[in-house]
């Protein structure tokens, strides 16, 4: 009976919408949650587009401009502490009708800061509004407010505090207070009901409905305050950016024609997530004109684009910056090994799968930040990078045997090949080393992932490394890597990588984020100083310097950048569809998206 249910319910509404299709459904639909301790990006598609912040990244080209402020902030000193002073623009407003001011945006950061601090709130709120940077905010006026900081440095500051979504002091304020008084864990905020009391957003949209497992259903606010602000791009790279009440701010003066021009709606009367178990599902669904666009970190593999042929959709593809790694629990042996993880380094022949296994759709890398990403980038190399697959298995095992590793059978190579494989592989301390786990997603949600796992599980076995590959589902690798800790290896990958703060979140020592336990005192003093300063030349070396120690202490294993292939209904109209990792990485565009019949 649900089902039908269901199914009448988007025969009903499906007219005048946008229906996007995710593959791994939302933990929560909560700000606390979602910029918390469940961050992922399938929770970013249908969630951060509800509160906007101070700044935010351009259209495209990604360059830091003005969102709810202004202008750029005035930075001032105040004895020992950096004042950025923030300036909002008029007419701002909740979903609700109400104003948004700066005592919102005083409230946002002061509580969440304290928080941090007193109560434990973790995931990205600790490097959006970092202690360590962040004292408070003050508010001078309904459109002005003051934030203190005790160190500056862009990535705290300008990518940190400034892009940090704006929550509502009314609604949140009563929850937060009964939590910094002690009256209540940090969980009670994380339990709150934002589903059938949603909280105001800033956004074009705000939750209408969640039927759990099969819809998250969005709808348009209406008479939006901010609809049909421009954001213009110009031949010289001149931003201009335009907006109700003749706000106008300006990058610098434009010269030459219009190259980009992006006008905010909503253009659609609401949006509905639809879930699907699988890649294969979401595709029938487009082809049927049951979804008009399929939302995916990983885009659609080459067999999903041959079963749309023929169905009124338009194939996009673009290059990507979104790693895909392999990664070790350094708390357990042999992982513990640096040897042992340059050998695996060796084995995983991603030259050989690129050229014979998967030849299309994406591409090996050698650092964490993808070449991609010209400007943080550095020029690293993997161990084995254009050896023979076969000479890269004997340096392995070479490795391996000079750290003090033995085999109750060694492998035995000759004449170009392994003729007996390696058994019972034992440790420098005299351990045998009993089956490693290797989690990868499944089949059906990534082959290529599922593919590489199953190669790397094979070239382990052959020199007695008794790796053994479990799939499963993404959120089951999520929940048993980052909060049972209960892996040996697993493969994921992230987000579009634009700035190298993923370094510092996922593998500085004092990080909730680092899962694999890593330790470097030097690369410790590199993310300290990276956090901490302005200038970009200096920062860029510091990334080049922490790349280069990654590359040496493999606590991942850096393995591909895939090429995003999307496909989307003919009747949506986008703004731009050429953007590096797709349109998936600006969460399908729905503020700016157009339908037509």
Same mark, same amino acid.
């Given at each position: ?11 009903? @509404? ?95 950061? /002061?509580?969440?800061?304290? #928080?941090?601090?007193? %109560?434990?709130?973790?995931? /990205? ?26 160190? !500056? ?11 940090? =979504?704006?929550?509502?002091? %009314? ?19 994380? *339990?709150?009901? !934002?589903?059938?009391?949603?909280? =105001? ?30 954001? @213009? ?11 109700? &009440? ?39 669904? #487009? ?17 999903? @684009?041959?079963?749309?042929?023929? %169905? ?7 290059? *990507? ?43 090996? @890398? ?20 254009? #050896? ?46 009993? &089956?490693?786990?290797? #989690?990868?997603? !499944? ?61 510092? /979140? ?7 984020? /680092? ?5 470097? =005192? ?10 901490? !300063? ?50 998936? *990485? ?12």
């Amino acid at each position: 009976m649900k089902r039908i249910l269901v199914f009448l319910f988007f025969s009903v @509404i499906l007219a005048g919408t946008l229906r996007y299709a995710i593959l791994v459904e939302p933990k929560a639909l909560n700000v606390w949650v979602d910029y918390g301790p469940h961050a992922i990006t399938w929770s970013k598609y249908v969630f951060s587009g509800k509160y906007r912040s101070l700044y935010r990244f351009s259209h495209v080209t990604f360059e830091f401009v003005p969102d709810l402020a202004e202008d750029l902030p005035v930075v001032s000193k105040e004895g020992s502490y950096t004042v950025y002073t923030v300036k909002l623009r008029k007419g701002l407003r909740w979903s609700d009708g109400t104003l948004l001011t700066a005592r919102d945006v005083a409230f946002t950061f /002061n509580s969440a800061v304290e #928080l941090v601090k007193k %109560a434990g709130l973790s995931g /990205n709120w600790v490097s959006m509004v970092d202690p360590e940077f962040f004292e408070r905010a003050e508010v001078v006026d309904e459109r002005m407010v003051k934030l203190y900081f005790k160190k !500056t440095g862009f990535l705290r500051v300008e990518y940190g505090v400034l892009m940090a =979504p704006i929550i509502q002091e %009314a609604y949140w304020k009563e929850h937060v207070e009964k939590v910094l008084s002690g009256e209540k864990k940090v969980d009670y905020l994380y *339990s709150i009901d !934002t589903v059938s009391n949603p909280d =105001p957003a800033s956004g074009p949209f705000v939750l209408r409905r969640w039927e759990k497992g099969a819809f998250i259903e969005l709808r348009a606010v209406k008479d939006y305050f901010d609809k049909g602000y421009t954001e @213009i791009h110009h031949e010289n790279g001149a931003i201009v950016l335009k907006g109700p &009440e003749g706000y106008e701010w300006r990058s610098k003066e434009p010269e030459g024609r219009e190259t980009l021009r992006v006008e905010m709606g909503p253009f659609v009367d609401g949006v509905v997530y639809r879930v699907y178990q699988n890649a294969s599902m979401a595709v029938q669904a #487009l082809k049927m004109g049951e979804v008009d666009f399929i939302l995916s970190p990983k885009g659609l593999q080459e067999g999903d @684009i041959e079963n749309l042929r023929g %169905a009124s959709v338009e194939i996009i593809r673009n290059d *990507s910056i979104n790693p895909r790694y392999l990664a070790f629990n350094l708390d357990r042996s042999p992982q513990k090994y640096r040897e042992f993880r340059k050998a695996m380094a060796l084995i995983t022949d991603m030259d050989l799968i690129a050229e014979r296994v998967i030849p299309a759709g994406m591409s090996p @890398i050698d650092s964490l930040i993808p070449k991609g990403n010209t400007f943080w980038h550095a020029p690293v190399r993997l161990p084995g990078r254009g #050896l023979p697959h076969f000479e890269r298995m004997k340096k392995a095992y070479e490795i391996l045997k000079k750290a003090g590793f033995k085999w109750i059978v060694e492998p035995k190579f000759l004449g170009g090949r392994i003729v007996r494989k390696g058994r019972g592989l034992i440790d420098p301390q005299g351990n045998v080393v009993k &089956e490693l786990k290797l #989690l990868a997603p !499944t089949e059906s949600y990534d082959p290529m992932r599922s593919t590489i796992a199953l190669y790397i599980e094979n070239w382990a076995n052959e020199l007695g490394i008794p790796v053994k590959v479990y799939t499963m589902d993404f959120k089951a690798i999520i929940e048993k890597a980052y909060y049972e800790r209960d892996f040996d290896m697993f493969i994921l990958g992230w987000g579009p990588v634009r700035t190298p703060e993923h370094l510092v /979140n996922y593998l500085s020592s004092w990080s909730s984020f /680092n899962v694999t336990h890593y330790f470097n =005192p030097e690369f410790d003093e590199l993310s300290k100083e990276l956090l901490e !300063t302005s200038d970009l030349e200096k920062a860029r070396e510091i990334a080049f310097k922490m790349q280069e120690i990654i590359s040496e202490d493999l606590p991942y294993i850096p393995l591909f950048v895939p090429e995003i292939t999307e496909a989307y209904s003919k009747k949506l109209v986008f703004p731009y569809t050429k953007v590096q990792s797709g349109l998936q *990485s600006v969460r399908g565009l729905v503020e700016y998206v157009r339908k037509g019949d």
